[in-house]
Protein backbone atom coordinates (compact mmCIF):
# COMPACT_ATOMS: atom_id res chain seq x y z
CA UNK A 1 0.00 0.00 0.00
CA UNK A 2 0.97 3.95 -0.46
CA UNK A 3 2.74 4.89 2.67
CA UNK A 4 3.80 8.32 0.78
CA UNK A 5 0.11 10.54 -0.04
CA UNK A 6 -3.11 10.22 2.77
CA UNK A 7 -4.98 9.45 -0.67
CA UNK A 8 -8.93 8.35 -0.65
CA UNK A 9 -10.60 5.28 -1.95
CA UNK A 10 -11.38 6.86 -5.25
CA UNK A 11 -7.48 7.90 -5.50
CA UNK A 12 -6.54 4.46 -5.19
CA UNK A 13 -6.91 1.51 -8.11
CA UNK A 14 -6.12 -1.92 -7.16
CA UNK A 15 -3.60 -4.28 -9.78
CA UNK A 16 -4.04 -7.62 -10.54
CA UNK A 17 -2.40 -10.27 -13.18
CA UNK A 18 -4.40 -13.06 -14.35
CA UNK A 19 -1.55 -15.76 -15.92
CA UNK A 20 -0.89 -19.17 -15.67
CA UNK A 21 -0.32 -18.78 -11.96
CA UNK A 22 -3.97 -17.60 -11.34
CA UNK A 23 -5.38 -14.14 -10.43
CA UNK A 24 -3.72 -12.59 -8.07
CA UNK A 25 -3.05 -8.75 -6.77
CA UNK A 26 0.43 -7.24 -7.46
CA UNK A 27 -0.51 -3.98 -6.33
CA UNK A 28 -1.70 -0.61 -6.03
CA UNK A 29 -1.95 2.58 -8.59
CA UNK A 30 -2.35 6.00 -6.29
CA UNK A 31 -3.10 9.33 -7.49
CA UNK A 32 -2.20 12.59 -6.04
CA UNK A 33 -1.87 15.95 -6.30
CA UNK A 34 1.40 18.14 -4.39
CA UNK A 35 -0.07 20.84 -2.26
CA UNK A 36 -0.31 23.62 -4.05
CA UNK A 37 -0.50 21.87 -7.50
CA UNK A 38 -4.07 20.73 -7.62
CA UNK A 39 -4.19 20.50 -11.18
CA UNK A 40 -1.07 18.62 -11.36
CA UNK A 41 -1.96 15.22 -10.85
CA UNK A 42 0.57 12.83 -10.71
CA UNK A 43 0.37 9.07 -10.18
CA UNK A 44 2.28 6.28 -8.31
CA UNK A 45 2.55 3.01 -8.87
CA UNK A 46 3.58 0.41 -5.90
CA UNK A 47 4.29 -3.38 -5.69
CA UNK A 48 2.50 -5.09 -2.74
CA UNK A 49 5.24 -7.17 -0.48
CA UNK A 50 5.62 -10.78 -0.59
CA UNK A 51 6.25 -10.84 -4.53
CA UNK A 52 7.77 -13.01 -7.21
CA UNK A 53 9.59 -11.71 -10.40
CA UNK A 54 6.59 -13.72 -11.54
CA UNK A 55 4.14 -11.28 -10.49
CA UNK A 56 5.53 -8.07 -12.29
CA UNK A 57 3.16 -6.13 -13.70
CA UNK A 58 5.50 -5.67 -17.10
CA UNK A 59 9.13 -6.56 -18.30
CA UNK A 60 10.18 -2.62 -18.17
CA UNK A 61 8.95 -3.05 -14.37
CA UNK A 62 10.76 -5.47 -12.09
CA UNK A 63 9.50 -6.10 -8.76
CA UNK A 64 10.54 -3.65 -6.26
CA UNK A 65 10.04 -1.64 -2.79
CA UNK A 66 10.28 2.08 -4.36
CA UNK A 67 7.44 2.99 -6.62
CA UNK A 68 7.29 3.68 -10.12
CA UNK A 69 6.63 7.54 -10.95
CA UNK A 70 6.01 8.55 -14.20
CA UNK A 71 7.08 12.41 -14.91
CA UNK A 72 4.41 13.81 -16.77
CA UNK A 73 1.58 15.40 -14.63
CA UNK A 74 -1.71 16.16 -15.67
CA UNK A 75 -5.31 14.39 -16.51
CA UNK A 76 -3.67 12.77 -19.12
CA UNK A 77 -0.57 10.94 -20.41
CA UNK A 78 0.67 10.39 -16.54
CA UNK A 79 0.22 6.43 -16.08
CA UNK A 80 2.67 4.04 -16.25
CA UNK A 81 2.92 3.15 -19.87
CA UNK A 82 1.65 -0.74 -19.03
CA UNK A 83 -1.70 0.68 -17.81
CA UNK A 84 -1.66 3.27 -20.35
CA UNK A 85 -1.15 1.18 -23.44
CA UNK A 86 -4.35 -0.71 -23.10
CA UNK A 87 -6.41 3.17 -21.90
CA UNK A 88 -9.46 3.25 -24.74
CA UNK A 89 -8.49 5.77 -27.47
CA UNK A 90 -10.42 7.88 -30.70
CA UNK A 91 -14.00 6.71 -30.52
CA UNK A 92 -14.38 4.75 -27.73
CA UNK A 93 -12.76 7.16 -25.70
CA UNK A 94 -14.65 9.90 -26.55
CA UNK A 95 -17.94 7.90 -25.95
CA UNK A 96 -17.20 7.06 -22.25
CA UNK A 97 -15.82 10.44 -21.75
CA UNK A 98 -19.37 11.72 -22.42
CA UNK A 99 -20.90 8.92 -20.76
CA UNK A 100 -19.48 9.98 -17.69
CA UNK A 101 -18.53 13.18 -17.52
CA UNK A 102 -21.64 14.40 -15.54
CA UNK A 103 -20.30 11.51 -12.92
CA UNK A 104 -16.63 11.60 -12.85
CA UNK A 105 -15.57 15.49 -12.48
CA UNK A 106 -12.29 16.04 -14.41
CA UNK A 107 -12.25 12.64 -16.07
CA UNK A 108 -8.78 11.56 -16.76
CA UNK A 109 -6.52 8.44 -17.67
CA UNK A 110 -6.99 7.45 -13.95
CA UNK A 111 -10.77 7.22 -14.25
CA UNK A 112 -10.70 5.37 -17.56
CA UNK A 113 -8.63 3.19 -15.87
CA UNK A 114 -10.83 2.67 -13.21
CA UNK A 115 -13.21 1.84 -15.86
CA UNK A 116 -12.04 -0.33 -18.28
CA UNK A 117 -9.43 -1.71 -16.43
CA UNK A 118 -10.91 -4.75 -15.31
CA UNK A 119 -10.71 -6.06 -19.44
CA UNK A 120 -7.61 -4.76 -20.24
CA UNK A 121 -5.96 -6.49 -23.31
CA UNK A 122 -2.89 -8.82 -21.83
CA UNK A 123 -2.28 -10.21 -17.98
CA UNK A 124 -2.83 -7.24 -15.78
CA UNK A 125 -5.93 -5.68 -14.59
CA UNK A 126 -6.76 -2.62 -12.63
CA UNK A 127 -9.87 -2.42 -10.67
CA UNK A 128 -11.50 0.47 -8.08
CA UNK A 129 -10.03 -0.14 -4.48
CA UNK A 130 -11.18 -3.27 -2.94
CA UNK A 131 -12.84 -4.51 -5.36
CA UNK A 132 -12.08 -8.03 -7.29
CA UNK A 133 -11.79 -8.11 -11.43
CA UNK A 134 -14.94 -8.07 -13.26
CA UNK A 135 -14.60 -11.53 -15.58
CA UNK A 136 -17.85 -11.47 -17.15
CA UNK A 137 -18.88 -11.05 -20.76
CA UNK A 138 -21.62 -8.77 -19.68
CA UNK A 139 -25.04 -8.51 -22.34
CA UNK A 140 -24.36 -8.99 -25.57
CA UNK A 141 -25.57 -9.86 -29.05
CA UNK A 142 -24.91 -13.01 -30.85
CA UNK A 143 -21.76 -13.42 -33.01
CA UNK A 144 -24.75 -15.04 -35.84
CA UNK A 145 -25.86 -11.60 -36.15
CA UNK A 146 -22.73 -9.29 -35.81
CA UNK A 147 -21.39 -11.39 -38.61
CA UNK A 148 -24.95 -11.13 -40.71
CA UNK A 149 -26.13 -7.56 -39.86
CA UNK A 150 -26.52 -5.61 -43.00
CA UNK A 151 -25.71 -2.04 -40.96
CA UNK A 152 -22.68 -2.93 -38.74
CA UNK A 153 -21.88 0.92 -38.67
CA UNK A 154 -25.43 1.20 -36.86
CA UNK A 155 -24.43 -2.04 -34.46
CA UNK A 156 -21.38 -0.48 -33.62
CA UNK A 157 -23.07 2.26 -31.98
CA UNK A 158 -25.47 -0.26 -30.07
CA UNK A 159 -22.01 -2.25 -29.01
CA UNK A 160 -20.41 0.50 -27.44
CA UNK A 161 -23.42 1.45 -25.45
CA UNK A 162 -23.26 -1.49 -23.64
CA UNK A 163 -19.70 -2.74 -23.83
CA UNK A 164 -17.66 0.24 -23.35
CA UNK A 165 -16.96 -0.25 -19.92
CA UNK A 166 -15.93 -3.83 -20.79
CA UNK A 167 -13.63 -2.38 -23.71
CA UNK A 168 -10.28 -2.12 -22.42
CA UNK A 169 -8.35 -1.64 -25.61
CA UNK A 170 -6.69 1.15 -27.29
CA UNK A 171 -6.83 2.10 -31.17
CA UNK A 172 -8.58 5.32 -32.82
CA UNK A 173 -11.36 3.38 -34.72
CA UNK A 174 -14.43 2.33 -33.50
CA UNK A 175 -13.67 -0.55 -31.28
CA UNK A 176 -15.10 -2.99 -28.56
CA UNK A 177 -14.11 -6.21 -26.55
CA UNK A 178 -16.18 -9.16 -27.77
CA UNK A 179 -17.12 -12.74 -26.05
CA UNK A 180 -20.02 -14.77 -27.02
CA UNK A 181 -22.02 -15.29 -24.24
CA UNK A 182 -24.25 -17.98 -26.60
CA UNK A 183 -22.99 -21.30 -26.49
CA UNK A 184 -23.22 -23.29 -29.50
CA UNK A 185 -22.71 -26.82 -30.76
CA UNK A 186 -20.99 -25.49 -34.14
CA UNK A 187 -19.77 -21.89 -35.21
CA UNK A 188 -21.57 -19.49 -37.21
CA UNK A 189 -18.67 -19.86 -39.93
CA UNK A 190 -15.90 -22.61 -39.98
CA UNK A 191 -13.50 -20.48 -39.84
CA UNK A 192 -14.93 -18.81 -37.12
CA UNK A 193 -14.16 -19.85 -32.92
CA UNK A 194 -16.25 -18.87 -30.22
CA UNK A 195 -13.23 -17.23 -27.77
CA UNK A 196 -12.52 -13.50 -27.56
CA UNK A 197 -12.03 -10.70 -30.14
CA UNK A 198 -12.23 -7.50 -31.08
CA UNK A 199 -14.28 -5.74 -33.17
CA UNK A 200 -13.83 -2.89 -35.36
CA UNK A 201 -15.31 -0.19 -37.86
CA UNK A 202 -14.20 2.64 -39.76
CA UNK A 203 -13.68 5.99 -38.74
CA UNK A 204 -15.73 8.88 -40.80
CA UNK A 205 -12.45 9.74 -42.52
CA UNK A 206 -11.58 6.12 -43.76
CA UNK A 207 -14.85 4.85 -45.70
CA UNK A 208 -14.47 0.87 -45.92
CA UNK A 209 -11.38 0.17 -43.97
CA UNK A 210 -12.40 -2.45 -42.69
CA UNK A 211 -11.96 -3.93 -46.08
CA UNK A 212 -8.95 -2.26 -46.87
CA UNK A 213 -7.48 -3.71 -43.23
CA UNK A 214 -8.93 -6.96 -44.34
CA UNK A 215 -6.60 -7.67 -47.59
CA UNK A 216 -3.80 -5.99 -45.55
CA UNK A 217 -3.70 -8.82 -43.69
CA UNK A 218 -4.01 -11.21 -46.70
CA UNK A 219 -1.15 -9.99 -47.73
CA UNK A 220 0.91 -10.25 -44.43
CA UNK A 221 -0.64 -14.22 -43.56
CA UNK A 222 0.36 -14.87 -47.50
CA UNK A 223 3.94 -13.53 -46.92
CA UNK A 224 4.44 -16.19 -43.86
CA UNK A 225 4.44 -13.97 -41.26
CA UNK A 226 2.59 -14.41 -38.31
CA UNK A 227 -0.33 -12.64 -38.68
CA UNK A 228 -3.75 -11.87 -36.18
CA UNK A 229 -6.68 -13.97 -37.85
CA UNK A 230 -9.19 -11.31 -38.88
CA UNK A 231 -12.51 -11.94 -40.26
CA UNK A 232 -15.01 -9.72 -42.15
CA UNK A 233 -18.69 -9.26 -41.90
CA UNK A 234 -21.15 -9.99 -44.59
CA UNK A 235 -21.73 -5.71 -44.61
CA UNK A 236 -18.03 -5.55 -45.35
CA UNK A 237 -17.89 -2.80 -42.87
CA UNK A 238 -17.02 -4.14 -39.36
CA UNK A 239 -13.68 -6.64 -38.75
CA UNK A 240 -13.62 -9.01 -36.15
CA UNK A 241 -10.54 -9.88 -34.93
CA UNK A 242 -9.34 -13.19 -33.17
CA UNK A 243 -7.50 -12.18 -29.68
CA UNK A 244 -4.22 -13.06 -29.79
CA UNK A 245 -3.38 -12.17 -26.04
CA UNK A 246 -4.89 -15.65 -25.06
CA UNK A 247 -4.12 -19.17 -24.80
CA UNK A 248 -6.42 -21.96 -26.32
CA UNK A 249 -8.19 -22.85 -23.21
CA UNK A 250 -8.84 -18.57 -22.40
CA UNK A 251 -5.50 -17.90 -19.99
CA UNK A 252 -4.32 -14.72 -21.04
CA UNK A 253 -0.91 -13.87 -22.03
CA UNK A 254 1.62 -11.12 -21.39
CA UNK A 255 1.37 -8.71 -24.18
CA UNK A 256 3.36 -5.08 -24.56
CA UNK A 257 3.30 -2.77 -27.05
CA UNK A 258 5.98 -0.67 -28.68
CA UNK A 259 5.31 1.99 -26.61
CA UNK A 260 5.48 0.21 -23.56
CA UNK A 261 9.01 -1.23 -24.12
CA UNK A 262 9.97 2.08 -25.43
CA UNK A 263 8.63 3.48 -22.13
CA UNK A 264 6.16 5.95 -24.04
CA UNK A 265 2.49 6.45 -23.61
CA UNK A 266 0.17 6.36 -26.45
CA UNK A 267 0.28 10.25 -27.00
CA UNK A 268 3.96 9.32 -27.83
CA UNK A 269 3.15 6.59 -30.44
CA UNK A 270 4.34 8.52 -33.10
CA UNK A 271 7.36 9.71 -31.74
CA UNK A 272 11.01 7.90 -31.98
CA UNK A 273 12.24 5.38 -35.23
CA UNK A 274 12.12 2.11 -36.41
CA UNK A 275 15.64 2.18 -35.55
CA UNK A 276 15.04 2.25 -31.72
CA UNK A 277 11.62 0.40 -32.12
CA UNK A 278 14.30 -2.73 -33.47
CA UNK A 279 17.28 -1.91 -30.75
CA UNK A 280 14.40 -2.11 -28.10
CA UNK A 281 12.61 -5.16 -28.70
CA UNK A 282 15.60 -7.37 -29.27
CA UNK A 283 16.66 -6.08 -25.64
CA UNK A 284 13.69 -8.06 -24.92
CA UNK A 285 15.08 -11.23 -25.76
CA UNK A 286 17.37 -13.98 -25.16
CA UNK A 287 20.10 -14.07 -27.66
CA UNK A 288 19.25 -16.96 -29.06
CA UNK A 289 15.87 -15.86 -30.02
CA UNK A 290 17.25 -12.44 -31.89
CA UNK A 291 18.08 -13.81 -35.67
CA UNK A 292 14.12 -14.90 -35.50
CA UNK A 293 13.08 -11.34 -34.11
CA UNK A 294 15.17 -9.39 -36.43
CA UNK A 295 13.33 -11.28 -39.60
CA UNK A 296 10.06 -11.19 -38.01
CA UNK A 297 9.95 -7.59 -37.38
CA UNK A 298 12.21 -6.57 -40.62
CA UNK A 299 9.18 -8.49 -42.49
CA UNK A 300 6.83 -6.23 -40.46
CA UNK A 301 8.43 -3.04 -41.33
CA UNK A 302 8.58 -3.79 -44.89
CA UNK A 303 5.03 -4.68 -45.18
CA UNK A 304 4.25 -1.19 -44.20
CA UNK A 305 6.14 0.44 -46.32
CA UNK A 306 5.36 -1.77 -49.66
CA UNK A 307 1.56 -1.94 -48.38
CA UNK A 308 1.33 2.40 -47.64
CA UNK A 309 0.45 1.74 -44.52
CA UNK A 310 1.43 5.28 -42.46
CA UNK A 311 0.38 4.39 -39.16
CA UNK A 312 2.76 1.53 -38.54
CA UNK A 313 3.49 3.21 -34.88
CA UNK A 314 4.72 2.27 -31.70
CA UNK A 315 1.64 0.56 -30.49
CA UNK A 316 1.26 -1.54 -33.83
CA UNK A 317 4.36 -4.02 -32.72
CA UNK A 318 4.25 -6.22 -29.45
CA UNK A 319 5.75 -9.04 -27.59
CA UNK A 320 3.90 -11.87 -25.88
CA UNK A 321 4.99 -13.95 -23.14
CA UNK A 322 2.92 -15.83 -19.81
CA UNK A 323 4.70 -14.15 -17.52
CA UNK A 324 8.15 -12.00 -17.15
CA UNK A 325 9.95 -14.77 -16.13
CA UNK A 326 8.76 -17.15 -19.50
CA UNK A 327 10.27 -16.70 -22.89
CA UNK A 328 8.87 -13.53 -24.64
CA UNK A 329 8.05 -13.70 -28.29
CA UNK A 330 7.07 -11.32 -30.94
CA UNK A 331 3.47 -11.05 -31.38
CA UNK A 332 1.21 -12.02 -34.26
CA UNK A 333 1.21 -8.85 -36.64
CA UNK A 334 -1.93 -6.65 -36.08
CA UNK A 335 -3.28 -3.46 -37.40
CA UNK A 336 -2.12 -3.49 -40.91
CA UNK A 337 -4.20 -0.94 -43.46
CA UNK A 338 -2.89 0.76 -46.03
CA UNK A 339 -3.56 4.91 -45.68
CA UNK A 340 -2.68 6.64 -48.59
CA UNK A 341 -5.88 5.86 -50.23
CA UNK A 342 -7.55 8.29 -47.73
CA UNK A 343 -4.52 10.68 -47.56
CA UNK A 344 -2.18 10.63 -50.73
CA UNK A 345 0.84 12.56 -49.05
CA UNK A 346 0.90 10.26 -45.95
CA UNK A 347 4.61 9.41 -44.43
CA UNK A 348 5.50 6.96 -42.15
CA UNK A 349 4.43 6.56 -38.61
CA UNK A 350 7.95 6.52 -37.20
CA UNK A 351 11.37 7.88 -39.02
CA UNK A 352 13.90 5.16 -40.63
CA UNK A 353 17.19 6.48 -40.85
CA UNK A 354 16.10 10.61 -39.90
CA UNK A 355 13.30 10.43 -42.72
CA UNK A 356 9.15 9.70 -42.57
CA UNK A 357 8.88 8.99 -46.57
CA UNK A 358 9.00 5.98 -47.71
CA UNK A 359 12.00 4.72 -48.14
CA UNK A 360 13.45 3.51 -51.33
CA UNK A 361 14.61 -0.27 -51.70
CA UNK A 362 18.26 1.02 -51.40
CA UNK A 363 17.23 2.72 -48.13
CA UNK A 364 15.20 -0.15 -46.85
CA UNK A 365 17.78 -2.97 -47.74
CA UNK A 366 20.33 -0.61 -45.45
CA UNK A 367 17.76 -0.64 -42.80
CA UNK A 368 17.52 -4.22 -42.99
CA UNK A 369 21.33 -4.75 -43.29
CA UNK A 370 22.85 -2.92 -40.38
CA UNK A 371 19.57 -1.82 -38.24
CA UNK A 372 18.66 -5.82 -38.33
CA UNK A 373 21.58 -7.26 -39.22
CA UNK A 374 20.21 -9.60 -42.15
CA UNK A 375 22.31 -10.57 -45.44
CA UNK A 376 21.80 -8.88 -48.52
CA UNK A 377 20.15 -12.00 -49.34
CA UNK A 378 17.86 -12.11 -46.59
CA UNK A 379 16.71 -8.79 -47.27
CA UNK A 380 15.85 -9.67 -50.88
CA UNK A 381 14.06 -12.36 -50.04
CA UNK A 382 12.01 -11.06 -47.67
CA UNK A 383 11.45 -8.25 -50.87
CA UNK A 384 10.10 -11.42 -52.82
CA UNK A 385 7.61 -12.40 -50.32
CA UNK A 386 5.98 -9.44 -49.88
CA UNK A 387 5.77 -8.64 -53.34
CA UNK A 388 4.43 -12.26 -53.64
CA UNK A 389 1.77 -12.34 -51.15
CA UNK A 390 0.98 -8.86 -52.51
CA UNK A 391 0.82 -9.89 -56.08
CA UNK A 392 -1.33 -12.92 -54.78
CA UNK A 393 -4.11 -10.98 -52.91
CA UNK A 394 -4.76 -8.61 -55.97
CA UNK A 395 -7.21 -11.03 -56.95
CA UNK A 396 -9.21 -10.48 -53.58
CA UNK A 397 -8.94 -6.97 -54.49
CA UNK A 398 -10.65 -7.03 -57.67
CA UNK A 399 -13.42 -9.63 -56.12
CA UNK A 400 -14.01 -7.13 -53.06
CA UNK A 401 -14.53 -4.05 -55.49
CA UNK A 402 -16.91 -6.07 -57.64
CA UNK A 403 -18.95 -6.92 -54.83
CA UNK A 404 -18.91 -3.53 -52.72
CA UNK A 405 -18.87 -1.09 -55.47
CA UNK A 406 -19.03 1.62 -52.91
CA UNK A 407 -15.75 0.08 -51.43
CA UNK A 408 -13.96 0.42 -55.23
CA UNK A 409 -14.85 3.77 -55.74
CA UNK A 410 -13.87 5.03 -52.13
CA UNK A 411 -10.36 3.07 -51.47
CA UNK A 412 -10.18 -0.48 -53.56
CA UNK A 413 -9.41 1.56 -56.96
CA UNK A 414 -6.73 4.02 -55.19
CA UNK A 415 -5.64 0.79 -53.15
CA UNK A 416 -3.94 -1.02 -56.22
CA UNK A 417 -1.97 1.95 -58.05
CA UNK A 418 -0.84 2.54 -54.58
CA UNK A 419 0.45 -0.79 -54.23
CA UNK A 420 1.76 -1.19 -57.47
CA UNK A 421 3.77 2.40 -57.54
CA UNK A 422 5.10 1.27 -54.14
CA UNK A 423 6.21 -2.15 -55.34
CA UNK A 424 8.50 -0.42 -58.00
CA UNK A 425 10.04 1.90 -54.81
CA UNK A 426 10.28 -0.32 -52.04
CA UNK A 427 10.75 -3.06 -53.46
CA UNK A 428 12.62 -2.41 -56.54
CA UNK A 429 10.08 -5.54 -58.03
CA UNK A 430 7.38 -4.47 -60.88
CA UNK A 431 3.67 -5.94 -59.67
CA UNK A 432 1.05 -6.84 -62.08
CA UNK A 433 -2.27 -8.72 -61.96
CA UNK A 434 -2.07 -11.94 -62.34
CA UNK A 435 -1.75 -13.03 -66.07
CA UNK A 436 -1.54 -9.62 -67.53
Known amino acids: MPKSHASAPE ?30 VRTAFYYDDGLSDRDAVSITMPVRRAPYEPEVAGL ?16 LRDYLMRQYAKVVENIGDFDLAA ?37 SLALMEELMRISARRSGVSGAHPKVLYRPSEHRNEPTRATLTTGEYILKTPGEDFPWLSINEYLCMSVSVRSGLPSARVHLTESGQMLIIERFDRQDDGTPLGFEDGATLCARTARQKYEGSYEILV ?16 SALFKRIVLSCALGDGDA ?12 DDTVKFAPAYDICSTLPYIAQDQMALSMGEK ?24 QSV ?16 DYCDLYP ?17 AKHVLAIPLARPGS
Open 313 to 324: HLKNFGMLYGDP
Open 11 to 40: DLLDVWVRDLHGLRKVGTLERYSEPGFAWQ
Open 76 to 91: VGNLPPIFDQSLPEGA
Open 406 to 422: DFADACGKKLFSVWQSL
Open 356 to 379: RLFPSSDHLMDFGRVVCGLSRKQV
Open 115 to 151: LTGSTFIGRVLVTSHGEAPNLDAGPTVSLEHIVRDPD
Open 279 to 294: RNFLLMVEPAGRPALR
Open 383 to 398: FEEVHGATRDTLKDLD
